[in-house]
C-alpha cells in the first residue's frame, strides 16, 4: 500500500530567503491570534449577601429567585455562591 506523498522544491530560494518567509508567515499568525485572543477570565463567585447588596434586594428574594430558577446557584459544603457573570446575565431588558 503506497501512501501519496506531497513534495515541495525549492527551486532559486536562498536559505535566507526561505527563513524570512516562514518568519514572515509566522509573525502573521502571530498578530491574528493576538487580534481575536479572549483570554478566560476565572470566575467571580458571590454569596447570597453579595448578590442581595449588589441587587439592592431582600436575603428572601435571591431565595425566591433561585427556587424559581431566575438565579442559579452553586453549593459547596453547605455554602451557596452565584456566579457573578451569570447573576449579570440573568438581568433581562425590558421591552417598551
Do not use: C
Amino acid at each position: 500500500m503506497q501512501k501519496n506523498a506531497q513534495s515541495i522544491q525549492f527551486v532559486q530560494v536562498t536559505p535566507e530567503q526561505l527563513q524570512h518567509a516562514i518568519i514572515q508567515g509566522v509573525k502573521l499568525q502571530l498578530d491574528s491570534l493576538k487580534e481575536h485572543f479572549q483570554p478566560k477570565e476565572p470566575n467571580t463567585y458571590l454569596t447570597r449577601s453579595d448578590v442581595a447588596k449588589m441587587l439592592k434586594i431582600d436575603l428572601s428574594s435571591v431565595h425566591n429567585w433561585t427556587k424559581k430558577g431566575t438565579l442559579k446557584s452553586y453549593q459547596i459544603s453547605g455554602r451557596v455562591y452565584y456566579k457573578l457573570a451569570e447573576v449579570e446575565n440573568s438581568i433581562v431588558e425590558l421591552k417598551k
